[in-house]
């Protein structure tokens, strides 16, 4: 690079087993890659900026923050790390810019793909009302960026030439062992975070699960808390929750009702026939109800049986138990103002004379 200076006995002096002219033309290196490496980031970060300015999506901003996380250090160093490829230096030496370098570019990496996730999930939770849920979504992506950093740091003493086959089989032994002391735990944790994305329900939700019927008020990390009708707040284990068959009552926005009624055997047969009609009037003059039938349909030990459906337009369970009862109340007070008498368990017993 420097030929005009051979004539002078100076450039070839040599320290280091490298002569000046060799630390010259490393020093000219140094500057021309720091020079292109800075205007390779200036052009490209111009450019994606003059893109962002065009386009809806913000995920160019990403890209941009991104470029902007490399530093000048980082681009001095890389400069530095080639300019050394023409000069001879001592191996140890070299070995440990090397090591500096592997630990920089991996920081670099794991930091670029921080911000990536970062965006990932404030995406989700702009999207997310539940606080609960919002929780727990910044737990995965913590979880997330800690997997990140181990995989890196493995990766790190890999390319340091550590064998890290024992060290993955050490880990995963002792993975294995920590796993089994807290597979309950692990297993409600990763229950949560099932529920957290696919969303069988919500806080808010009125869902039943077995026995047990009640509002979600609060998804943890370990368990689910419900309030009943009752009153009573029930506890249920995320394991558990995914394993149970739920009904979410949440989407429902009718209700349908089917039930029984009975009435005595003595009744007549002009006024079991006026029973469906009677039903249907006591199930449109209540609000929110749609009458679907009313029919006869078994001769019972001690009842003529007629079975009832019909519909409550509403998601509330308390407003479909309170309408249901309004119509019972209904069908009590016309069946009286008709002397229709329901049914309860009798026996009647007949005496023959000798």
């Known amino acids: 690079m420097l030929e005009q200076f051979s004539n002078y006995p100076f450039f070839y002096i040599e320290f280091w087993n490298n002569s000046v002219i060799d630390y010259i033309n490393a020093i000219v290196i ?5 020079i292109i490496l800075k205007i390779f980031q200036v052009v490209i970060l111009k450019r994606l900026q003059y893109l962002a300015l065009k386009t809806k999506t913000d995920i160019d901003d990403t890209l941009i923050e991104i470029i902007q996380s490399l530093k000048p250090p980082f681009y001095s160093f890389l400069a530095f790390y080639l300019a050394l490829f023409f000069l001879e230096i001592d ?9 500096i370098l592997i630990i920089w570019v991996t920081f670099q990496a794991i930091k670029a793909l921080q911000i990536l996730i970062n965006y990932i999930f404030i995406k989700r939770l702009a999207r997310e009302k539940e606080k609960e849920t919002a929780k727990g979504l910044e737990y995965v992506s913590t979880l997330v960026k800690i997997t990140l950093w181990v995989l890196g740091t493995l990766v790190i003493l890999s ?14 032994i002792g993975g294995i062992a920590i796993a089994l002391a807290l597979q309950n735990i692990l297993g409600d944790l990763f229950s949560s975070l099932a529920i957290f994305f696919d969303k069988p329900f919500v806080v808010g939700d009125f869902i039943v699960v077995g026995d047990n019927r009640g509002t979600v008020e609060k998804i943890g990390i370990k368990t689910t808390r419900i309030r009943s009708l009752d009153g009573e ?3 249920i284990s995320n394991q558990e929750l995914i394993k149970a068959r739920i009904q979410n009552f949440k989407t429902v926005k009718k209700r349908r009702a089917l039930f029984k009624i009975g009435v005595i055997y003595g009744t007549p047969l002009k006024k079991l026939k006026t029973i469906p009609k009677l039903i249907e009037e006591a199930v449109n003059s209540v609000k929110l109800t749609k009458f679907d039938r009313a029919n006869f349909v078994e001769y019972a030990d001690f009842s003529l049986n007629f079975e009832v459906s019909f519909y409550v337009e509403t ?10 009862q309004a119509m019972l109340f209904k069908i009590k007070e016309l069946f009286e103002k008709e002397k229709i008498e329901m049914a309860f368990p009798t026996q009647t017993v007949y005496l023959a004379k000798e």
């Open 159 to 172: 390319n340091l030439g550590i064998n890290i086959t024992s060290l993955i089989a050490g880990l995963g």
């Open 233 to 235: 707040e029930i506890i």
């Open 91 to 99: 191996p140890l030496a070299r070995k440990a810019i090397n090591a």
């Open 30 to 34: 140094f500057i021309a890659f720091l």
């Open 315 to 324: 998601e509330n369970y308390k407003k479909f138990l309170d309408t249901r």
